[in-house]
């Protein structure tokens, strides 16, 4: 279940009639909102019983729901997955941005709405942060919640962890990579890694396009300054600020600072008004051929030397090899003359 239900208490009938318009106004208002929790939490139930069953997927299409949030430190996360045809998008020439962790929805909603141009895909393993923004995309496109009978033209939503969730996406798919709030390593038990550790990088590698964005957002500095830190010792990304890699605040080019204190808010429950923000961005690097560790690559410059001075000396020797090999027939001739 994603949210408890509690029973209602009974009115008499003198009460009732006193409130008939007020009650009437207010189921009119949560009646939708009810409608789309219980739709919801019926997928929801199923997704764990298919899961108990051996299934690693689930795709509820349309509106656009994937689920794929296996067991804690499943050793399958990510192998099996879904064809990208079957839930995604089909424009590749369309940007296609991901954000991990959905939060209180309000940010990424935000963003899909202003850019319907683009493709967004949300993906998060907290069931109630997926579902605050099942919410708001339903509202926002108006897709009945009973019979859904078409998908979010430009959004996906992902319920999976976030070192699986990279898996579901085909290579240099992605434009740009959103991470908000990572959480810091835990050494106390269950223990748990840093999220923006060097495997979530070499999978965001993989799937970002060429010269594809990395943005992340932390309500701590010293998280910003770790994520940097891995960052900087992948060697798989150029910053776009100088040292320290980060700035306090969001910049004009990252808008949406009410909308993610608003997450924060709604996530942790604390007032977020003076909370502070740090941001970094980062790009990543494009290959540098000609190498010949890539396939298809020309060998470098002092490869191709070694290889022909290794090649001369082997002619040399092999050379060398002949005429003692000439000598000796030709005394064993002289021999047996």
Same mark, same amino acid.
């Given at each position: 279940?994603?949210?408890?239900?509690?029973?209602?208490?009974?009115?008499?009938?003198?009460?009732?009639?006193?409130?008939?318009?007020?009650?009437?106004?207010?189921?009119?208002?949560?009646?939708?909102?009810?409608?789309?929790?219980?739709?919801?939490?019926?997928?929801?139930?199923?997704? *764990?019983?298919?899961?108990?069953?051996?299934?690693?997927?689930?795709?509820?299409?349309?509106?656009?729901?994937?689920?794929?949030?296996?067991?804690?430190? *499943? *050793?399958?996360?990510?192998?099996?997955?879904?064809?990208?045809?079957? =839930?995604?998008?089909?424009?590749?020439?369309?940007?296609?941005?991901?954000?991990?962790?959905?939060?209180?929805?309000?940010?990424?909603?935000?963003?899909?709405?202003?850019?319907?141009?683009?493709?967004?895909?949300?993906?998060?393993?907290?069931?109630?942060?997926?579902?605050?923004?099942?919410?708001?995309?339903?509202?926002?496109?108006?897709?009945?919640?009973?019979?859904?009978?078409?998908?979010?033209?430009?959004?996906?939503?992902?319920?999976?962890?976030?070192?699986?969730?990279?898996?579901?996406?085909?290579?240099?798919?992605?434009?740009?990579? *959103?991470?908000?709030?990572? =959480?810091?390593?835990?050494?106390?038990?269950?223990?748990?890694?840093a999220m923006v550790n060097l495997q979530l990088l070499l999978d965001a590698c993989s799937i970002l396009e060429p010269r594809g964005e990395l943005h992340i957002v932390a309500d701590k500095e010293e998280l910003i300054q770790e994520a940097c830190a891995m960052l900087t010792k992948s060697q798989l990304f150029t910053p776009s600020f100088g040292f320290p890699f980060h700035v306090e605040g969001l910049p004009k080019s990252y808008p949406g600072k009410d909308h993610l204190l608003a997450d924060r808010t709604i996530v942790t429950g604390q007032s977020s008004k003076d909370a502070a923000l740090f941001y970094t961005s980062w790009e990543k690097k494009p290959p540098e051929l000609p190498n010949f560790r890539f396939r298809g690559g020309v060998p470098s410059l002092p490869l191709l030397l070694v290889t022909l001075q290794m090649l001369s000396y082997c002619n040399s020797f092999a050379t060398v090899f002949d005429k003692v090999i000439a000598r000796l027939g030709l005394s064993l001739n002289k021999s047996e003359a």
């Open positions: 279940m994603v949210f408890a239900y509690s029973r209602p208490q009974q009115l008499s009938s003198k009460m009732a009639l006193s409130h008939a318009r007020g009650a009437a106004d207010t189921l009119s208002f949560a009646s939708r909102y009810a409608a789309l929790q219980r739709v919801f939490n019926d997928q929801l139930r199923e997704w *764990h019983w298919q899961r108990k069953g051996g299934t690693f997927f689930q795709i509820w299409q349309p509106p656009g729901v994937i689920f794929s949030c296996l067991q804690k430190d *499943h *050793h399958l996360h990510g192998q099996r997955v879904p064809a990208w045809e079957s =839930w995604g998008f089909n424009d590749p020439k369309v940007p296609t941005r991901l954000v991990l962790r959905a939060l209180g929805g309000r940010w990424v909603s935000w963003k899909a709405m202003q850019r319907r141009q683009e493709r967004w895909v949300i993906a998060d393993s907290n069931d109630g942060h997926l579902f605050n923004a099942f919410v708001r995309a339903m509202d926002f496109y108006g897709i009945d919640a009973k019979d859904p009978e078409s998908s979010f033209p430009n959004i996906r939503l992902l319920y999976a962890h976030a070192r699986s969730a990279l898996a579901f996406f085909p290579k240099q798919s992605l434009r740009s990579l *959103h991470i908000h709030f990572p =959480w810091a390593q835990r050494s106390s038990a269950p223990r748990r890694a």
